[in-house]
């Protein structure tokens, strides 16, 4: 079973041309997921979601604290879906996937010719990325977060550059993935209705990167925003956002809660 | 199917077809939009132009002349007087020199851009030197290299080896800083191994300045040896040229002025851009239509 146990994580940018002043992207932020759950981390902009998967996929260094992503005692292994494909455009679609892979073999080819069949990709695997659609790209690249066997899974965003029917449609794909695997998934985004349609668990960050509230979601799956319980459950999250801005506004985050 | 597959497969939805269309018969119009028929017309323009500047200065030796030159040198023919033809020789040694000139330049080159592209200490270090060796021409080359090492062959190989390192150690230090840093931080969340990297993310990311570079390292290496050839060797191609100069005979001149570029020209078309589109197959797929993306 896999743990992400995160302890009084700071992470402060220094300055640069672009900002004058230091920036505090997470300011000793505590968190704890353990098992095989779906975790959305929502928070506007500038909450420090992004460094946050970044520190726990070793990316990135935080000013202090600690992360520890863990699998049986032992570091866990990471998959890490972006918000950009991030393929290399002068491989093709299964070498890239080959590329993140320890071992190279024909079971290897196999592998990754059977998550690629997960995202309905199967006829692809010759291509080079310039000839898929930006669609096609970010479904190689879940394919490929699949393909390493993740303990941890972090999704940072992965639907936010496609239109909407097609980040629907890609929603769908990861749901089915994930239900069939069960990863311990940390998925970023700032729209809430895909947080409430995947998550078990939403943790709201306002910025500054400190952890505002902590929301249990208990409805069956596979979820469609149109049932009237997620709406419900949006409809709640959307409140506790609005209370979060205000609180945010008026400087009394600790008192709005 | 998921919902975005059975709208897009509604029907009455009809696609755009971006498949080229099927060559007709070739007209004027078409003609001159086909590449090889645009440098057929350039070749052509330029062979009047030459041409009629034979005809209005008789200084500027003819086509006609210079060939027939050309083929008393390749056959070791009767230039007139004790004066015989030679090309092998001349030819077969500045080949030489060049192959090694680019055989020891574009490996260093390779090593130094490789290392000011990845640290920025070695940029501090380096850059510089490196500058100072691309703005120098390749005539001072020729000077010097007389100078420390008299009429041999080791001058001309200097030359290529000190034009070949800065084109080529330019060119990738800008091809390293340009690798999409998304690329080498979803390198870095994988675990990738070093070796790995190296092989597939660098190599590939690097490649169209390598190629630039290795282009401009073969040109102008060339140019730099025929340059040292002339002024400080008793040997090769630029000695040959200058040898029927200093003898008035501006159709040996210009012939093997002549041979220069052909050769240049001919490695360009047949090893370098073969290669290129070979290494770049990946930029030229063309993209899936959205029937096949279905």
């Keep these: 079973m896999a743990t992400v146990l995160i302890e009084n994580l700071t992470k402060i940018y220094p300055p640069t041309l672009n900002h004058a002043r230091q920036v505090q992207a997470l300011g000793g932020l505590n968190m704890s997921i353990t098992g095989n759950v779906f975790v959305a981390i929502v928070g506007p902009s500038g909450s420090g979601k992004t460094t946050l998967l970044n520190i726990v ?38 070498d890239n996937m080959l590329y993140v892979q320890d071992r190279k073999s024909d079971r290897s080819r196999r592998e990754a010719e059977f998550y690629l069949q997960m995202v309905g990709l199967s006829e692809v695997a010759d291509l080079y990325p310039s000839q898929l659609s930006a669609g096609m790209q970010q479904r190689v690249g879940i394919a490929r977060a699949f393909l390493v066997n993740p303990d941890v899974l972090l999704l940072d965003e992965p639907f936010s550059h496609l239109d909407a029917l097609t980040g629907r449609s890609l929603r769908d794909y990861l749901q089915r993935i994930w239900l069939q695997t069960r990863k311990t998934a940390l998925f970023v985004t700032h729209d809430v209705t895909e947080a409430v349609e995947l998550a078990d668990r939403i943790i709201m960050l306002r910025p500054g990167g400190v952890a505002y509230d902590d929301i249990a979601i208990t409805l069956p799956r596979p979820r469609r925003p149109a049932d009237p319980a997620v709406r419900d459950v949006q409809d709640e999250v959307l409140r506790r956002f609005d209370a979060m801005g205000a609180a945010v506004r008026f400087g009394t985050a600790q008192a709005a809660r | 199917m998921s919902d975005i597959h059975a709208y897009q497969s509604l029907p009455g939805l009809r696609q755009h077809d971006s498949r080229p269309a099927a060559e007709g018969p070739l007209t004027m119009r078409g003609l001159l939009r086909r590449p090889w028929f645009i440098r057929l017309v350039a070749v052509g323009v330029l062979v009047f132009i030459w041409q009629w500047v034979t005809w209005v200065n008789t200084r500027v030796p003819g086509i006609d002349e210079i060939v027939r030159f050309m083929v008393t040198e390749m056959t070791g023919g009767s230039h007139g007087g004790a004066l015989t033809g030679e090309f092998w020789e001349p030819l077969s040694l500045s080949l030489q020199r060049y192959a090694i000139g680019l055989a020891v330049g574009i490996p260093a080159g390779a090593l130094l851009g490789l290392v000011i592209g990845a640290s920025r200490w070695a940029r501090g270090l380096f850059n510089d030197t490196v500058l100072v060796l691309l703005a120098l021409p390749a005539v001072v080359w020729a000077f010097l290299a007389s ?38 931080e979803m390198s870095r969340s994988y675990g990738v191994p070093a070796g790995r990297r190296l092989r597939h993310l660098l190599l590939g990311g690097t490649l169209p300045s390598a190629f630039t570079g290795l282009r401009l390292a073969f040109m102008t290496g060339w140019n730099s040896l025929l340059i040292v050839e002339w002024f400080g060797a008793t040997s090769g191609v630029g000695w040959r040229a200058r040898f029927w100069y200093d003898a008035l005979r501006y159709p040996g001149f210009v012939a093997w002025i002549f041979l220069f570029v052909i050769l240049i020209t001919v490695f360009d078309r047949l090893l370098l851009s073969p290669l290129e589109r070979r290494a770049f197959q990946w930029n030229q797929q063309p993209t899936l239509t959205f029937e096949e993306e279905l």
Excluded at chain 1, 57 to 86: C, D
Excluded at chain 2, 163 to 172: G, I, R, S
């Design chain 2, 147 to 184: 100078l420390w090492f008299g009429l041999s062959s080791a001058g001309p190989i200097l030359a290529v080896i000190l034009t070949a390192v800065p084109f080529v150690a330019v060119n990738l230090a800008a091809g390293v800083r340009n690798i999409d840093p998304g690329l080498v």
């Design chain 1, 57 to 94: 996929a070793g990316v990135e260094r935080p000013t202090s604290g600690s992360v520890r992503a863990l699998q049986e005692g032992v570091p866990a292994q990471i998959g890490y879906v972006f918000q950009e494909p991030r393929l290399l455009p002068w491989r093709t679609v299964v």
